[in-house]
């Protein structure tokens, strides 16, 4: 699309929408329209625009899909521009062989991606987490079926392997979603007790939190319109007259948006989705850098 700008109300997850002004260069975005380029204005009046969204695939596995690149449009159409793709770890002696074989089924995919280690906590050990920790993931969900499997884990050592990168853990109860609040008094006693760096927020949800973001180290470049961060929105049609303050009936997390831009482009218009360049294995930098 070239160097554009545009005027128009972004909506946060929380607050009510606030009128913005972003210009977007080398699929970025800039609040100065600087230098020789000339930026052309893209007209937004009638959209509510709202970040990108970060997502785990939860309802549908990248990993276990028969058609990967069909499941990452999915996701594109309800506005996911960066996507968590769960890697289950199911051997201590092949891990690295299998990380390596999951990212080719992974090229080419057509949305960002990250990939989210799950380790069963029979197969928690420090270098998993230093391999997962160098390889850029944002964090790493410990899959567990009882309270007292938490209880039989050496700690010392995982906290130890922790301060490499500071990689967050978290919590996956294999009985399901919203499980892991039954868990959450007993992790959140473990983690203070041993000093363990997690996830603030419980992540049972596919939408990774505001805070969940910052934790990981995704957040600044992505989640967000902020300077120097990733050019990914989405623009929802307001099809009635209303006053942009008033919001009540737009659901942030629920609603489909009408367009969705990654990297700066138009990927999907009206649930149909843009011949666009590939998405790229995204790694993170600096964990807790923002926190």
Not at 76 to 94: A, D, E
Not at 151 to 175: H, T
């Amino acid at each position: 699309m070239g160097a554009y700008w545009f005027s128009g109300y972004v909506k946060r997850a929380k607050g009510p929408p606030e009128q913005e002004e972003w210009a977007v260069n080398q699929a970025k975005f800039t609040k100065n329209r600087t230098g020789p380029l000339s930026y052309r204005q893209l007209d937004v009046k009638d959209f509510l625009i709202t970040p990108g969204r970060v997502r785990i695939d939860r309802e549908e596995r990248i990993e276990t899909s028969s058609s990967p690149y069909a499941t990452a449009e999915s996701y594109i159409k309800r506005g996911c521009t960066l996507l968590l793709t769960q890697h289950l770890v199911t051997s201590l002696r092949h891990y690295k062989v299998q990380y390596e074989q999951f990212l080719k089924k992974l090229r080419k995919l057509p949305v960002n991606f990250m990939v989210l280690p799950v380790v069963p906590v029979k197969l928690l050990r420090p270098e998993v987490i230093r391999f997962f920790s160098r390889k850029g993931s944002p964090f790493l969900c410990i899959r567990i079926k009882s309270r007292e499997e938490l209880l039989d884990v050496c700690w010392e050592w995982i906290v130890q392997a922790q301060s490499y990168r500071r990689m967050p853990l978290s919590l996956m109860v294999e009985e399901g979603r919203d499980a892991s609040n039954f868990y959450e008094e007993l992790w959140s006693s473990l983690t203070r007790q041993y000093g363990m760096i997690k996830l603030t927020d419980i992540s049972d949800g596919e939408e990774v939190s505001v805070q969940n973001l910052r934790d990981s180290g995704i957040y600044p470049l992505r989640g967000d319109l902020l300077s120097g961060g990733s050019a990914d929105y989405n623009l929802y049609y307001r099809k009635s007259v209303q006053t942009f303050d008033d919001d009540d009936d737009f659901r942030y997390h629920d609603s489909v948006p009408d367009v969705t831009v990654m990297n700066g482009s138009v990927v999907q218009v009206q649930q149909n989705i843009v011949p666009h360049t590939p998405g790229t294995h995204i790694k993170v930098k600096i964990h807790k850098h923002f926190v």
